[in-house]
Nanobody, 124 residues
Framework: QVQLVESGGGLVQAGGSLRLSCASSSRVFSINHMAWYRQAPGKQRELVAGISSDGITNFADSVKGRFTISRDNAKNTVYLQMNSLKPEDTAVYYC??????????????????WGQGTQVTVSS
């Protein structure tokens, strides 16, 4: 079973920083694209940042210049460095990954997975 395990959320004051991590330990999942989404209470889930297998990144306008996304392909891990945090960044942050899941040489399928979510709370 493929799982994405997140860590690094918490409570921080406005202007502070947090670093989120998300890792897959599965040997059957070959990861292509990875991303972070967030969902604030009463709002839809939105893309925060994404990174392709060759390191091309994209960001929501609201976090450009404050957040960076990176990945360690050898560790199947994606990171989200969040600086200059604002109260409006408060949300549950979810890791996302897509790629190929191969349970055998003859059996591969395009797949996508979500992490369980980690709470980020920014106090004013």
């Amino acid at each position: 079973q493929v799982q994405l395990v997140e860590s690094g959320g918490g409570l921080v004051q406005a202007g502070g920083s947090l670093r989120l991590s998300c890792a897959s330990s599965s040997r059957v999942f070959s990861i292509n694209h990875m991303a972070w989404y967030r969902q604030a209470p009463g709002k839809q889930r939105e893309l925060v940042a994404g990174i392709s297998s060759d390191g091309i990144t994209n960001f929501a306008d609201s976090v450009k210049g404050r957040f960076t996304i990176s990945r360690d392909n050898a560790k199947n891990t994606v990171y989200l460095q969040m600086n200059s945090l604002k109260p409006e960044d408060t949300a549950v942050y979810y890791c996302y990954a897509d790629g190929l899941t191969c349970y055998s040489v003859e059996s591969c399928a395009k797949s996508n997975y979500w992490g369980q979510g980690t709470q980020v709370t920014v106090s004013s």
